[in-house]
């Protein structure tokens, strides 16, 4: 596609997004405030409208989507005692869809030869659900926690704030979601529970693999469940952000996919002054989560391991709420996409995060990225966030 046509979709994307004004941008930094609220015994309630735009440059195709949610925890009650601490209801609901007549993103890695999508919005038609449903209960002053309900594998594990966040940071589903561990995206009924020392946390928990309505206890009952259980070190008293940890996990056999198992080690480190530089990392290796049948093999994930090495800088040149970020990243194609004659692939993703005004910004990046031909896709990208605090921090302890 011609740059001057490249730029005028980019520039229709910015111009919807601030036509539509409505509070923008989710995922993991909403969830983590959310998360955030919850620990601190308030009451959060924020909605957001992201917009994104992508053009592969070699093969000539481009996609835009754009996703409106809403995401909240409410305290429903206090705790009474430190044994008994609040209890809380927290909600992400979202709908997606592509953005005009434009071509869905995994349309457009097909047909670019890429192993995995240039961001992790990719529906074929529009999509509107809970990604997250549930209650949290807290215990032993706050050190216990257990959540159940709908609950979101990839939310809660190998947390960083840097990854698992297609609007706030990385778009590549390589580092905004998962590839390679079919546990992130089993979004269905469950319950997770967590311990946090003052140095280390452990937690585990369950979720339905092969739910298909929002509260699919019918699916439930089946026993197809996707597993988990992380390990890690996090000092509380470090200034920034510090965690490294190792996942392992299992999802059983599904009609569709054979069983998989799995683990990841992840890593992240925030140093310089009110952690002005970060180090963060993910690798994921798993074995099985293969079509059963011919016609299910397009279902399964495209990599048997994978993962990626990044760099940020956090409010660059002094402007406070400004990012700008690097990563490498790495993947290497299960048996089945061998025979459709791709290789190992790798490449790097970098983006600026600017805010304009007090409630949006945009983020331009670029991904380069080794393609099924050997050769080098370009792949550019804006994205345009608008974000509305509804109700942070009402109450405290």
């Known amino acids: 596609m011609p740059f001057k046509n490249c730029l005028v979709r980019s520039t229709a994307v910015c111009v919807l997004a601030v036509a539509v004004w409505m509070p923008v941008g989710v995922q993991a930094s909403q969830l983590d405030e959310m998360m955030d609220a ?3 015994g308030a009451n959060y309630f924020e909605g957001a409208l992201t917009g994104l735009y992508q053009n592969a440059l070699e093969a000539g195709e481009d996609t835009g989507n754009y996703a409106i949610d809403l995401i909240g925890s409410f305290v429903l009650n206090k705790g ?15 709908s997606v869809n592509n953005l005009g007549d434009m071509q869905s993103t995994g349309q457009m890695q097909q047909k670019a030869g890429l192993l995995w999508a240039t961001n992790d919005i990719n529906v074929d038609s529009s999509v509107t659900q809970f990604g997250v449903l549930g209650i949290r209960q807290f215990f032993y002053k706050d050190r216990l926690e257990l ?3 709908k609950v979101f594998p990839g939310m809660v594990h190998t947390e960083s704030s840097y990854t698992a966040n297609n609007s706030e940071t990385f778009s590549s589903k390589l580092i905004s979601a998962s590839a390679v561990g079919g546990y992130f995206e089993a979004i269905g009924l469950g319950a997770n529970l967590m311990y946090s020392g003052e140095q280390w946390f452990l937690q585990g928990g369950f979720s339905d693999a092969k739910a298909e309505d929002e509260l699919d206890f019918s699916s439930l009952a089946d026993g197809v469940l996707a597993w988990t259980l992380e390990a890690g070190w996090a000092p509380r008293s470090t200034d920034g952000g510090t965690r490294i940890s190792v996942l392992v996990f299992g999802v059983d056999e599904t009609d569709s996919l054979t069983q998989q198992d799995g683990w990841a080690l992840s890593a992240t480190h925030d140093f310089g002054k ?28 495209a990599l048997k391991n994978g993962g990626f090495f990044g760099l940020a800088w ?3 040149f002094g402007r406070v709420n400004d990012q700008l970020a690097i990563a490498a990243v790495y993947g290497q194609p299960t048996r089945y996409q061998r025979e459709l004659g791709f290789n ?3 490449g790097i993703e970098s ?11 945009i983020s331009p990046s670029i991904q380069l990225l080794h393609n099924r031909e050997s050769d080098l896709e370009v792949v550019l990208g804006i994205r345009l966030k608008a974000s509305k605090d509804f109700a942070r921090h009402f109450s405290k302890h």
Not at 80 to 94: I, K, M
Not at 281 to 301: F, H, M, Q, S, V
């Open 80 to 94: 009474a005692s430190n044994r008994v601490g609040d209890t809380d209801l927290v909600f992400w609901a979202f």
């Open 351 to 361: 983006y600026w995060r600017f805010n304009i005004g007090n409630y949006s910004r």
């Open 38 to 40: 919850g620990d601190e």
């Open 274 to 301: 009110d952690g002005e530089y970060g180090i963060f990392g993910r690798y994921t290796w798993a074995d099985g989560g293969e079509g059963i049948k011919p016609e299910n093999r397009d279902a399964a994930l």
């Open 147 to 149: 959540g159940f309900g």
């Open 344 to 346: 190992t692939q790798y």
């Open 314 to 316: 956090n409010q660059p």
